[in-house]
């Protein structure tokens, strides 16, 4: 019972902690700002395998909750909750964003099609002539993290 008394506090601080850092990355993806989103990657990934820690460790967290006074336990299914929506809009920003940055490889991998396409055959001697097939291509590498 005592140990339950104290993860609690340590469990609310960690779901504090990833909800700020959650809310700050949907800030920054809503500024189009991926380099503020990377700088916290790390961190996130720390928070996230305590609170699964934590979450583990408390087990049922309903049974938990039920041995806390009635301000301590709004306390923290508020801050649940509040984590809760947190993630699903980080969520969602998420994949919004990766949809763009497919749509914008997409249109540059077109841009760059059309442009080879559009390449004139190089002049050469009747004899020499070489197909548009092989004619120097512009290469094209795209890396696929995002």
Not at 119 to 130: D, I, K
């Amino acid at each position: 019972m005592s140990d339950l008394k104290q993860l609690l506090p340590a469990f609310l601080d960690t779901v504090d902690r990833l909800s700020a850092i959650l809310d700050a990355e949907n800030k920054a993806l809503a500024q189009h700002r991926p380099d503020m989103v990377a700088a916290t990657v790390d961190q996130k990934i720390l928070l996230g395998r305590t609170f699964e820690r934590q979450m583990q460790q408390i087990g049922s967290l309903n049974a938990a909750l039920d041995t806390l006074a009635p301000d301590k336990r709004k306390r923290i299914v508020a801050g649940i909750r509040r984590f809760g929506e947190i993630a699903q809009a980080n969520q969602i920003a998420i994949e919004a964003a990766q949809r763009a940055a497919e749509r914008i490889v997409t249109h540059i991998v077109e841009a760059v099609r059309k442009q080879n396409a559009q390449r004139p055959v190089p002049y050469s001697r009747p004899n020499l002539a070489r197909s548009r097939n092989t004619s120097n291509r512009i290469s094209v590498s795209l890396n696929q993290t995002l």
